[in-house]
């Protein structure tokens, strides 16, 4: 690299040490590090620093290969559930009414910020208010383990929902129409059967990462070529590639790169500048309005069939502002719709729910059971037919998570346990796979307390746990001690330091799957072949 291209850019190096400072310091409150990461950005921007090309770069690429990677992992179908289409539409209409409301009523106030601000003005604050942000839930649930669990699903929908209303407020902010060339882009789909073909086609490894960043970047210039939005292409190239067995591994093979990325974009955020007094007043006041928006997710949910459980889960998902509200608001500065001290408003008010949706996430579950009789009173009588509680009839034993080392699991002990043995797993996808090939096995969460409620445990004379996280077998194992199982459990790990934790908790035995796959392999070598050493 060239020593003057370093010198251009070196004051981009700062954002990486302060990126880091304060990334560890708010794990040690538990908090997720993009909490660091929204406060670095703040105090470079208090210090009269400049975010540079390459923050913004890195940054647009972030949430470029963050919508292609939601891509790979959606199904179409989902958005056509009722309980995400016509939930997002409601709740976005819902919210520009009310809020713009009680906005415009606030421009008679006399407080600087809402003077003169007209209805139309008013809508657009509102509108940007109305956003939950993709990039924080699609992480806690990555980390949570939870991208396929029902609430997550949800989730993941309403936000896709949200992220189209943004792209159509964007084409139209923009004052111009796609390009009549954009009617190509309907080639796409044809095409969808040759793309997954070259997937499939490159090996893992850095092929397999250069095949996915070319497939998501490519997929944004070729829609801004033709006057759409770039970062639209990405997620529909994501979604056209999703559905087979390459599409979760590309995905895998992304995400180091996507949390990198991802780190620029959560400083950038930062870079809209220090909020006055009343600036950070106001925003701490939509914080707490934030939690009315949550509520009416949750009532939206419950109003079309969802538990209790699925509601309050999928709505904390959603409670917080979102980034593309940031984006709607520069806009509107942009266009002299609203005074840039909005901006900065939105911004403070974006991580301070941040904040707040971190700590409630992490307790999500303990929430849940602490507030359940009041939720349960919400709930319709009819279900819908994913979000019923399961019955596992006789089953003595139970294996939940339904992977590679469960799914060995289950067919090492079918000889002994036949009919009375259940495999569960909150994948529908790896569920349908299962019972194509004969086993016995059901739809559940082992994290969901209604579950654990309907057990029959005098039935279950031992339960096995294969999960992703440690965080989530310790969830269920907390959902074991309420109930009156008095049977043993047993869990696979794939970290040594997930051992201690689980056997504190109580499992009874727990299998470090790559440590004891290596002691495997080596007996087995020993035992079949013969090697003489000189």
């Not at 069939?305 to 959603?318: A, D, E, I, M, N």
């Not at 330091?497 to 009874?508: H, R, S």
Request: aromatic fraction near 10%; hydrophobic fraction near 55%; charge should be negative.
């Amino acid at each position: 690299m060239e020593l003057n291209l370093l010198a251009a850019h070196f004051s981009d190096v700062t954002w990486i040490l302060f990126a880091l400072v304060f990334g560890v310091l708010v794990t040690y409150l538990s908090l997720p590090p993009m909490v660091g990461y929204l406060a670095a950005g703040f105090v470079l921007s208090a210090l009269d620093m400049q975010s540079g090309e390459t923050l913004n770069a890195v940054a647009e690429l972030g949430v470029t290969i963050l919508l292609f990677s939601i891509g790979l992992k959606l199904n179409i179908k989902d958005l056509l559930r009722t309980e995400i289409w016509a939930v997002s539409i409601i709740h976005v209409l819902m919210i520009v009414v009310v809020f713009g409301s009680v906005i415009f009523v606030m421009s008679f106030s006399g407080l600087q910020a809402f003077a003169g601000l007209s209805v139309f003005e008013s809508a657009l604050i509102a509108f940007a208010l109305s956003f939950s942000s993709t990039v924080f839930a699609v992480k806690v649930l990555d980390e949570k383990g939870e991208m396929s669990s029902l609430h997550g699903k949800i989730a993941i929908g309403v936000l896709i929902m949200q992220d189209l209303f943004a792209v159509l407020f964007l084409t139209a902010a923009s004052g111009k129409a796609p390009s009549p060339w954009a009617l190509l882009l309907l080639l796409l789909i044809p095409l969808r059967p040759f793309l997954i073909k070259l997937l499939q086609q490159v090996s893992r490894g850095e092929l397999l990462v250069l095949s996915g960043m070319s497939l998501a970047l490519g997929g944004a210039v070729l829609f801004d070529m033709v006057g759409v939005k770039a970062d639209l292409g990405a997620l529909i190239v994501g979604i056209l590639l999703a559905g087979n067995e390459k599409s979760d591994e590309l995905a895998k093979s992304l995400l180091t790169f996507k949390e990198i990325f991802l780190v620029a974009f959560f400083l950038s955020i930062g870079f809209y500048g220090m909020p006055s007094a009343m600036s950070l007043v106001i925003a701490i006041v939509l914080a707490a309005i934030m939690l009315s928006k949550s509520y009416l997710f949750f009532r939206l949910f419950t109003a079309f069939k969802l538990r209790g459980r699925t509601s309050f889960l999928s709505s904390l998902s959603l409670s917080n502002y979102s980034e593309f509200g940031l984006i709607v608001g520069a806009i509107g500065v942009a266009n002299g719709w609203m005074s840039g001290e909005w901006l900065v408003i939105i911004a403070l008010a974006l991580a301070i729910t941040f904040t707040m949706s971190s700590l409630a996430n992490t307790r999500a579950h303990s929430l849940y059971a602490k507030f359940e009789n009041q939720l349960y009173k919400y709930e319709s009588r009819q279900r819908l037919p994913d979000d019923k509680p399961i019955e596992v009839g006789n089953a003595q034993v139970l294996v939940f998570g339904m992977g590679r080392v469960g799914t060995g699991v289950y067919d090492s002990l079918l000889g002994q346990y036949g009919e009375n043995l259940l495999g569960i797993d909150y994948d529908q996808g790896v569920i349908d796979q299962h019972i194509k090939e004969g086993r016995n096995v059901l739809v559940g969460d082992a994290t969901d307390y209604d579950f654990w409620e309907r057990l029959r445990p005098g039935s279950v004379k031992l339960i096995l746990l294969d999960m992703p996280n440690v965080k989530e077998a310790l969830a269920t194992l907390d959902m074991i001690k309420r109930t009156d199982y008095q049977g043993l459990i047993a869990a696979a790990v794939k970290h040594h330091d997930c051992v201690e934790p689980l056997k504190a908790a109580g499992v009874d035995s727990v299998f470090n799957v790559y440590a004891e796959a290596g002691s495997g392999f080596a007996g087995h070598v020993c035992e079949n072949l013969s090697i003489t050493l000189d």
